[in-house]
């Protein structure tokens, strides 16, 4: 910035000086506001006698989590069940972003789709959940849905099998058996042996000019060796723990629970709706001429899919995509109107049951903010490879 | 017949338009699969939409929809002055008539839709305390009143800026009047914790884009200046509030806020949860704005000075307005995802409308289970308005568009 005048006019005049006034000031401001607020703080700390230490971080924190992955009872600290709803919060979002991903591609692409009906029905369904607030699509699937289902005795049982109850879901679940070690260890032999081929012979492929059937030999590969592996322990490597009911309920398997699936079920539905329309503006992007290229030099649909448009499109997908998978992690916190005890409806029960609102918050906000951080360094990171590719 | 003679024109005829068969052939037929796909979309189609109509028209009980439909639009709101809320929502539809007739612009398909749906709902068999003659009457002479101010428009020669101010004074005036004075007989207080339902939500919405616009520009501002401390506290609130999610905000603002204040120091419950609501919109809005001051090419600040424009004069005079203009569509936007949002002080126990729901199915023992019923009519109601707002907003970029060309 150049000087202005300050040689004959007044200081009042100087840029430099107009331009350190104006820090200065604001800096006051905000800085004595800040203050105001703390001081404020602290007296009524002392005047109510509220803590501000975290030394409660260690005390038994004496509530009950529904859920959790990690086990947990009462008797447990509270740091310990801050870390309970924090790995709640990340399960529902890993799962959540996994099949919102494949929900929200097949829309996006049933709205490219020719075909007249499949594209109207994609748009209805993306129109119908953008426009519809998440936490009213939650109410429904906890409310109307998850909590109407039949008592265990009479539970709806799927092909598994599963059984969907007021109780949840109870999935038969497996685990190893003692003689499994033989299938594990074959299954990932099988699996890296299959790459191992895939790449190879695919490598030849573009030497020799000539077809290497890599994708059949490696499909063989990844099904005969655990095959092998499987005769070899016995026939049964896992032992299969099917729910059965005792009483009231059902003992064994794999329990959901109704909070859980309504969550996992609404962010699903509501997030894919956001991601179809990420997914085909993403590949509208490509141009089109890229398209008839392709079918020029003589590339099947398929390999058009796969080698032109989506390699492009994944450029453009990618950053709102990202975004959409930390919104799905920041709607988690709705998890508090319906009772699934993520990162946000632990920390208020632990305000409730401690008192330590302030330094409880303060966590709370440092959790989500580190996880926002996160996903915009992954961002930057791939902007920045992505910038690299196209130079 | 001459020109059927002619072999030049007939080739340039344009094709015929096709047929309905030939439609259904290029659209549903083309490949093997999409023929497939057809006939099972049909078979899925055929099944969900069969139950939906028999579970709405046979199964469904929509009694705690029926029985008292005034609790969804105004909560508790004294009946005695709802008059109150009746004549704000008139100025706003001779208001939105007259901005109709003066811009002519995409808010006429807002006018239009405002318009069916209020004179649409006056002549429905309305129940509860919705049927009677006055309410009906308060309703139907909204239509009305979008057509005379539409007329007014054209007729009288009234200034876009004497809009403008009409605008800004009923966004005053609308909420003073709803909340009265403590020493009024005629307009007594009514208590924000009476206020419910839509109304509540429209508030929220409404107010907390509102407000958050001003702060939101300031804060673009502060995040592209050259300063580096108002940069940095500009970044640092924006990334914070952006950071985490809406509820930790509205949490944060109700409850933890007080703390942060003298003893005795004491807002409102709404305002608290507006005060959020409003910050949370900020740091969007600044994004929003951002976008629009990137936009504007570094000829016109440079054509700026070059005419003797000081910053400030700059900034104000041909940054802002070009650069507000171009983001429009996207604020509209923002308004629709507040408006969605709102549901969200229900965590922060305001009576807004879905938290209404809540309360309706526990109002009566033989509405306990009828959720299905209550929240799929919820889910209607913020899906027309969050609809007709997008149409428009898709109508106005559109009409933007053609505008830079």
Redesign the interface.
């Known amino acids: 910035m150049a000087r202005v005048s300050s040689a004959t006019g007044a200081f009042w005049r100087d840029e430099r000086v107009l331009r350190a006034a104006a820090q200065i000031v604001s800096a006051v401001l905000v800085l004595a506001a800040i203050a105001w607020t703390v001081l404020n703080l602290l007296e009524a700390a002392e005047r109510r006698g509220i803590a501000l230490s975290f030394g409660f971080i260690n005390l038994p924190a004496e509530f009950p989590i529904s859920e959790s992955i990690i086990p947990y009872d009462p008797s447990k600290t509270f740091g310990f069940a801050f870390l309970v709803g924090v790995l709640n919060t990340l399960k529902v979002a890993v799962i959540g972003v996994v099949l919102a991903t494949i929900l929200g591609t097949i829309l996006g692409l049933a709205r490219l789709s020719s075909n007249w009906l499949v594209n109207r029905i994609a748009l209805v369904y993306i129109e119908l959940h953008r426009n519809i607030p998440l936490l009213v699509l939650l109410f429904l699937w906890y409310f109307a849905v998850f909590n109407k289902l039949p008592s265990p005795k009479d539970s709806v049982v799927l092909p598994g099998p599963i059984f969907l109850s007021q109780r949840g879901l109870y999935i038969t679940s497996a685990r190893l058996a003692p003689s499994g070690l033989i299938f594990l260890f074959a299954l990932g032999l099988g699996v890296v042996l299959a790459i191992v081929a895939w790449v190879v012979l695919r490598r030849k492929r573009e030497q020799l000019g000539r077809p290497t059937y890599y994708a059949g030999v490696s499909l063989a590969i990844l099904l005969l060796v655990p095959a092998l592996g499987w005769v070899a322990s016995g026939g049964n490597p896992l032992v299969l723990d099917v729910p059965v009911l005792e009483g009231f309920n059902f003992k064994g398997g794999l329990r959901l629970t109704p909070e859980f699936g309504a969550m996992l079920v609404g962010l699903v539905t509501y997030t894919a709706a956001f991601i179809a329309e990420v997914v085909r503006s993403g590949i509208q992007a490509v141009d089109r001429g890229q398209v008839e290229a392709a079918r020029s030099v003589g590339l099947g649909s398929m390999q058009i899919l796969t080698l032109v448009i989506l390699p492009q499109a994944m450029r453009v997908i990618t950053p709102p995509l990202i975004s959409q998978y930390l919104n799905l992690t920041k709607n988690s916190s709705l998890a508090v109107a319906i009772g699934y005890a993520d990162l946000f409806n632990v920390g208020r029960t632990m305000i409730n049951q401690s008192g330590r609102a302030v330094p409880i918050f303060g966590m709370i906000m440092a959790t989500y903010l580190l996880m926002s951080l996160i996903t915009s360094l992954i961002l930057n990171l791939y902007n920045r490879r992505i910038l690299r590719v196209e130079r | 017949m001459a020109e059927a003679a002619d072999p030049g024109l007939l080739t340039l005829r344009p094709p015929e338009p096709p047929g309905p068969l030939a439609w259904i052939r290029k ?2 037929l ?1 490949t093997w699969y ?1 023929a497939l ?2 006939i099972l ?2 078979v ?2 055929y099944i969900v939409l069969s139950a939906i109509l028999r579970w709405a028209f046979f199964q469904a009980d929509w009694r705690p929809v029926t029985r008292n439909p005034l609790l969804y639009l105004v909560g508790s709101y004294p009946r005695a002055q709802l008059w109150r809320v009746g004549l704000s929502l008139q100025l706003v539809s001779l208001l939105l008539g007259i901005s109709t007739g003066l811009q002519r612009g995409s808010i006429r398909y807002l006018a239009v839709a405002v318009g069916l749906i209020l004179g649409a709902s006056s002549l429905l068999p309305l129940t509860g305390e919705l049927d009677s003659l006055t309410a009906r009457g308060f309703l139907l002479v909204n239509p009305l009143l979008i057509a005379l101010g539409y007329v007014l428009a054209s007729r009288l020669a009234i200034s876009g800026r004497l809009l403008s101010i009409g605008w800004l004074a009923s966004l005053v005036l609308i909420p003073i009047l709803l909340r009265g004075f403590s020493q009024s007989e005629s307009v007594p207080t009514v208590e924000t914790t009476a206020w419910g339902g839509l109304l509540v939500t429209l508030f929220l919405a409404v107010g907390g884009i509102l407000l958050s616009f001003p702060i939101g520009v300031l804060l673009a501002l502060g995040r592209r200046s ?5 940069k940095l ?1 500009s970044t640092a609130f924006i ?2 509030v ?4 809406l ?2 905000i509205l ?2 603002s109700s ?2 806020l007080a ?5 005795g120091f004491r807002i409102d419950r709404l305002i608290r949860a507006l005060l959020g609501m409003t910050l949370f919109s900020a740091a969007y809005m600044a994004e929003n704005v951002r976008g629009g001051l990137q936009t504007i090419p570094k000829g016109q600040i440079d054509a700026a000075k070059a005419v003797g424009l000081s910053n400030f004069q700059t900034t104000l005079l041909i940054v802002l307005p070009q650069a507000l203009r171009a983001v429009i569509p996207t604020i509209v936007g923002q308004l ?1 995802s507040l408006f ?5 002080a ?2 922060v126990a305001i009576n807004e409308l ?1 938290s209404i729901g ?1 309360a309706v199915l526990q109002s009566d023992i033989e509405f306990l ?1 009828l ?2 019923e209550v ?2 009519f ?2 209607a109601v ?2 027309i308005f ?2 007709v707002m ?1 149409y428009s907003s898709r109508r106005l970029e559109e009409r933007l568009g053609v505008g830079e060309r």
Do not use: C, H, Y
């Not at chain 2, 050259?226 to 108002?230: C, F, G, M, R, Y």
């Not at chain 2, 952006?242 to 999610?245: A, L, W």
């Not at chain 2, 703390?259 to 003893?263: D, E, I, K, V």
């Open positions: 659209n549903l083309n999409n796909l057809t979309s049909f899925v189609l050259t300063l580096p401390v108002v506290f990334e914070i952006r950071g985490v999610p509820v930790t949490f944060m409850i933890i703390l942060f204040l003298p003893q629709i969605k949002d709102t549901t969200l229900i965590i879905l809540k289970q959720q299905l929240f799929v919820i889910a913020f899906w969050s609809s997008s």
